[in-house]
């Protein structure tokens, strides 16, 4: 119920409750101007407050809601008696001799006079080229070399059409990628397989043609399944394990980039599930944290399907360009001899792939400029993910394959596989 303003509570007739002796407002007035002791008690703590000194509380105006009227006729005598005070101080000043003395004055114009000579100094002190540059407007000035960055060619900037969208963050978009291909170098792998006696690379395609089902049945985004596939081969590059173990440390792997990508990522429950309870809840647990102290806790690994849509976008490719780039990425994660590949260089000659096949041409120079990579750079990819998309699909492995042939992904994983010629050529002619 609000508190009514204005009135005071009235005690029941009979009531055995004893009644406060609460001060009036004039008494509490004069007690708020009683000076308070500054030394404390004994044995009492030392007094402090945040914002103002509790022993000057008396000089803090406090306005109630039920005073107002009364503290605004309060604060209007006050400012008229102030007044008054002042103007008889006045006359009495006019009326007197002018006693002031020259001592008075001096010391005045001596502070003036100090003031004075510390700017002429600073003035002096500045050079013409300081004094000129301090003139400039703060855009003009140049900033250090370690701060400029290099002109984009009007020709080149694909993000200036978003100068306007704050969330596609237009004047970093280059800076991100370009440190994102800087930060590859750092998660390099190599062909890990000698190193897991007990693994074999037809088990890990298993794994991988398993996590595409997973990212399908729990609807994540492409970025968890390949930042999972990623984390799993960093940390098989480093932990021996058995192949029992095998499908707990891809599970894991999704569940740890769930937690990274993901605005709601399953819970750990489901992760069990889908797994058909072969692990139990401490396992996945344990398998979580051993994963993340393998790879001491640096788990945002560049992956190319961010590089995918970074250089589709260059040349405006339409979504079923971009779709076919994707099956082409997507079933390149099975291959473990693309494993050492830079995420970078693979959507490269994964969109080389679609954009001759859809007849589009080949390696634009803004592809150039934004990849950094030469068709000689992207050949030898490009050849290889030839020889793979050409080869007999294996029965063991249909969920890519059977994704990319709905008709949401542009059913393109029925269409045919370009011709290596056309390929060659696309080269060839780039490369001049």
């Known amino acids: 119920m609000p508190f009514t303003r204005g009135k005071k509570p009235t005690a029941v007739a009979g009531s055995k409750i004893p009644k406060l002796h609460v001060k009036s407002s004039e008494n509490r007035d004069e007690g708020s101007q009683v ?10 703590p030392k007094k ?27 604060a209007t005598k006050k400012a008229t008696t102030n007044s008054t005070s002042v103007s008889v101080k006045n006359q009495v000043n006019l009326k007197k001799p002018s006693s002031v003395s020259s001592e008075d004055v001096e010391p005045e114009k001596e502070r003036f006079d100090v003031h004075k000579d510390e700017e002429e100094v600073q003035s002096d002190a500045a050079t013409p080229v300081d004094q000129l540059e301090a003139a400039k407007p703060l ?12 002109p984009i060619p009007p020709e080149f900037d694909i993000d200036a059409e978003n100068s306007e969208d704050c969330f596609m963050s237009p004047e970093y978009a280059k800076d991100i990628f370009d440190y994102l291909k800087q930060r590859e170098e750092k998660f390099d ?28 049945n729990f609807e994540l985004n ?20 058995n192949r029992e173990m095998l499908q707990l440390v891809g599970s894991t792997s999704m569940l740890i980039a769930s937690k990274f990508e993901e605005r709601n990522p399953p819970c750990l429950d489901d992760f069990l599930y889908i797994c058909d309870d072969a692990y139990k809840r401490e396992e996945l647990i344990s398998m979580e944290a ?19 849509r970074r250089y589709a976008k260059c040349v405006s490719a339409a979504m079923d360009t971009l779709t076919l780039a994707r099956f082409v990425c997507e079933l390149s994660l099975q291959e473990v001899d693309l494993v050492p590949v830079r995420g970078s260089l693979l959507a490269a000659a994964c969109l080389l792939i679609a954009l001759v096949t859809k007849d589009l041409g080949g390696w634009a120079p ?14 030898p990819v490009v050849r290889r993910l030839h020889s793979m998309l050409t080869a007999p699909p294996d029965d063991k492995l249909k969920a890519i394959r059977s994704k990319y042939s709905h008709k949401v992904f542009f059913e393109v994983a029925s269409m045919p596989v370009v011709q290596l010629e056309a390929l060659e050529e696309a080269l060839s002619r780039d490369a001049t």
Not at 139 to 150: C, D, E, K, N, S
């Open 366 to 379: 803004i592809l150039q400029f934004h990849s950094g990579y030469q068709t000689s750079d992207l050949a």
């Open 48 to 74: 402090r407050m945040a914002f103002l000194d509790i022993t000057n509380g008396h000089k803090v105006q406090i306005s109630l809601p039920g005073k107002k009227k009364e503290s605004v006729k309060k």
């Open 290 to 308: 051993r994963i993340l102290q393998t790879l001491s806790f640096d788990i945002n690994i560049p992956i190319p399907y961010r590089f995918l």
């Open 35 to 44: 000076k308070r002791s500054s030394s404390p008690p004994h044995g009492a």
């Open 222 to 241: 492409h970025e968890t399944l390949y930042l999972a596939v990623k984390m799993t081969d960093h940390f098989l590059s480093l932990a021996p394990i």
């Open 139 to 150: 855009a003009v000035r140049q900033l250090p070399a370690h701060l400029q960055r290099p």
């Open 189 to 216: 792998l190599t062909d890990f397989m000698p190193k897991q006696p007990s693994l074999n690379p037809e088990m890990r395609a298993i794994l991988v043609d398993w996590l595409v089902e997973v990212q399908e």
